[in-house]
């Protein structure tokens, strides 16, 4: 096995299992990622060559470039994606299995000789800072230049890795291959701590350090370790005396989590000096410190955000992250200006501007009803941005004993059912809180609407094994915290009988964090109810938002009816999940039943 650079380890475990995997791709050259600007500059200029990039205008936004993908691959497939444990009740009933064997076998066949005319790129890459106990090691091989510039953006990857890579590390192969869907395969081998990803060249399936490495085989890790990966956000609320609590929070997609992570706080805090610090957006690992608190770290380096619908208002923040060093996937092109511009953005679509499939673009003939064929950019676009360029980003990001948080809270899209925050009366009850955790469907989704759909604490596509082996690492870890975070479920979803959101969302939602903190410190009281604790409507600050107290105290009524109905089909789902749910969860069902019903 020759490379074409300097490998950045002399360890044989990690060299023996490339020279493996370049047996079987069979790839014409093999490259070191080494994460130099030099390096990166010249994979850029020849994706550029090739296509497989577009050099945006350089005054306007410096180093960025825009990606198109194949049109049949434009999002994450759940049903293409894989646990594969030697025993398919280990992996669970909510995620797809296939034997080990089975699995190498079948794809082996897919990647043989798949990079033949090609180079192979060695990217070893670090989750979370170097050196610091949160972080874990990893090498993706790929054959493909757009996966190199997303992993040196999205991970801390390159030479310095090379010391921190031994026979613990995380082994991620992905080939482009041929595209084919019904051959696309997103694989785990969390015993084999390995990830095979092919046919494939998405961002959400072929970034392996991203949902692969840092959910599905670090919850795995997390589990047999006694630690936790969490699909969350972590901000930092500082108040005017310069004291910062900070919160994990996680929600399922189109929930507004990344909205909340770079929250601009309404101008009544603005002025009083309230500040929010972004630590990350998406991924939480979780530790306990030796002060008994639960620390998090974001393991990310850069934020894989969603494109559409991002702007100035809904997150200026996010937009600004975006303005250098970014790279779009399947955002609408403006040829007048050489830039990029996607649904939401603004009311100015370009004029002459070719679309996410790389057509001609004529903006009148967008329909909502049929975005996939009418909008400039695909739905699910992506922009992929250094969080150093993001102007709330925390000063703790790159601090490798992380932050402690003060609470965890759980979310999700209710009409009627949840109140807009309550807080669980313990950590087992709060356990039980995300286990539940679910969201309706909306019009925007294909089928019907109000559909509920579980997806306990944001984690059903991405636990690497069985959801109530999960729920009870929840409970076993909450044993362990002498000092654990208060658990708390938010709503900003309430709609009226008209279906309008009640709530204002956005910058508000900070009146929810500062009574949620307040709650950690003990500064106020609250209502107990049959399914927690619930703020006094006193107790929600609305100065300078025109919210009456009456509808205030309607956002946090408990819908006692919506929420007995809720039990038929939260039993449904506790059967799905299976036999391993935790009778602890069954005894907080009874009880909240039991609640209700007084």
Excluded at 1 to 21: A, D, G, Q, R, S
Aim: contains cysteine; glycine residues 8%.
């Amino acid at each position: 096995m020759k490379f074409e650079n300097k490998p950045l380890t002399n360890n044989e475990y990690v060299l023996n299992w490339i020279e493996e995997c370049a047996a079987l791709t069979n790839p014409d050259r093999i490259v070191w990622i080494d994460g130099s600007e030099k390096q990166i500059d010249e994979l850029r200029a020849e994706a550029c060559k090739t296509g497989e990039m577009i050099k945006l205008n350089q005054e306007l936004l410096p180093d960025c470039y825009l990606h198109r993908t194949a049109v049949n691959d434009v999002a994450r497939v759940e049903a293409r994606t894989f646990i594969c444990t030697k025993k398919k009740e280990d992996a669970g009933n909510i995620n797809n299995w296939i034997a080990p064997r089975e699995c190498y076998k079948t794809l082996k066949k897919l990647y043989k000789n798949s990079m033949v005319g090609k180079t192979m790129y060695v990217i070893p890459y670090a989750m979370g800072q170097l050196g610091s106990e949160f972080a874990k090691y990893g090498v993706e091989l790929t054959d493909s230049i757009y996966v190199v510039l997303n992993m040196v953006i999205m991970t801390r990857a390159g030479e310095a890795v090379g010391k921190y890579l031994d026979e613990s590390f995380i082994k991620g192969l992905h080939a482009t291959g041929t595209l084919d869907p019904d051959n696309r395969y997103i694989c785990h081998f969390p015993e084999d701590k390995t990830i095979w990803s092919v046919n494939s060249a998405y961002g959400g399936n072929v970034l392996l350090g991203k949902k692969c490495f840092a959910l599905r085989i670090a919850s795995f890790l997390g589990k047999t370790e006694g630690w936790m990966a969490e699909h969350m956000l972590i901000l930092g609320l500082q108040s005017p005396d310069g004291e910062i609590k900070y919160v994990g929070a996680a929600f399922p997609s189109a929930c507004g989590k990344t909205n909340l992570a770079m929250l601009v706080p309404p101008e009544y805090y603005r002025k009083k000096g309230y500040k929010v610090w972004c630590v990350g957006d998406d991924i939480a690992w979780l530790r306990v410190g030796s002060d008994g608190r639960l620390w998090a770290i974001n393991p990310e380096n850069g934020f894989f955000g969603v494109a559409p619908g991002t702007n100035e208002k809904s997150n200026p923040n996010a937009l600004a992250a975006t303005r250098s060093g970014t790279i779009f996937t399947n955002v609408c092109h403006d040829l007048d200006t050489n830039t990029v511009w996607w649904e939401g953005l603004n009311d100015r679509p370009p004029k002459h501007a070719i679309n996410w499939k790389g057509e001609p673009w004529d903006y009148r003939k967008y329909d909502k009803a049929d975005k996939i064929n009418t909008s400039g950019a695909h739905p699910n676009s992506r922009f992929t941005a250094p969080a150093k360029n993001c102007p709330c980003v925390s000063d703790k990001f790159d601090d490798p004993a992380g932050v402690p948080l003060s609470a965890i809270i759980f979310g999700g899209r209710r009409a009627k059912t949840a109140p807009l925050v309550y807080q669980s009366f313990s950590w087992q009850h709060g356990t039980f809180v995300g286990s539940i955790m679910a969201s309706e469907t909306t019009a925007a989704a294909a089928g019907a609407i109000g559909v509920v759909r579980r997806d306990p604490m944001a984690m059903r596509p991405f636990v690497g094994y069985d959801m109530g082996d999960y729920w009870k690492h929840w409970l076993d870890m909450g044993k362990k915290i002498p000092n654990p975070p208060k658990i708390f479920h938010v709503n900003w979803f309430r709609t009226d009988d008209e279906g309008n959101f009640i709530w204002p969302g956005f910058g508000d939602n900070m009146r929810v964090l500062k009574w949620i903190l307040d709650r950690c410190d003990g500064k106020v009281g609250a209502k107990r109810t049959a399914i927690g604790y619930v703020p006094k409507v006193t107790d929600i600050n609305l100065e300078g938002l025109k919210l009456k107290r009456k509808t205030l105290k309607e956002l946090l009524s408990i819908d006692t009816e919506s929420w007995k109905a809720d039990i038929a089909n939260i039993k449904e789902f506790y059967a799905l999940v299976g036999k391993r749910v935790p009778k602890r969860l069954y005894k907080e069902l009874e009880k909240l039943e039991q609640r209700l019903d007084k």
